[in-house]
């Protein structure tokens, strides 16, 4: 998977890109081998890497990594007091308490 850069779409920076030789302002380039595609996400049409932009893949980051089921507590706190930790809420991930004090 490669990251390209945005070519310049400045005028005068028209350039060919892809294998249909399509003339365009502006273009994504390979950082592998230099060459320049129209679109991203898509396939390099020279080296065959996979490009893509770092905002493609957060917005596809949590279906690769789902999140662990969790618990549901009421605000009474219905999960305190159940034998763990001595009766004391803590993040499970972290273990900060999640006390409140009133």
């Given at each position: 998977?490669?990251?390209?850069?945005?070519?310049?779409?400045?005028?005068?920076?028209?350039?060919?890109?892809?294998?249909?030789?399509?003339?365009?302002?502006?273009?994504?380039?390979?950082?592998?081998?230099?060459?320049?595609?129209?679109?991203?996400?898509?396939?390099?049409?020279?080296?065959?890497?996979?490009l893509i932009a770092s905002p493609h893949l957060a917005r596809s980051y949590h279906h690769l990594f789902p999140v662990k089921p969790f618990r549901e507590v009421n605000g009474a706190g219905d999960a305190a007091g159940d034998g763990e930790n001595g009766g004391k809420r803590t993040c499970f991930g972290c273990q900060t308490s999640m006390d409140v004090e009133g």
């Open positions: 998977v490669g990251f390209p850069s945005q070519a310049s779409s400045a005028a005068g920076a028209a350039c060919f890109v892809g294998t249909s030789c399509t003339l365009r302002s502006g273009a994504y380039v390979c950082p592998r081998c230099k060459a320049k595609t129209a679109d991203v996400p898509s396939e390099c049409h020279v080296c065959g890497l996979t």
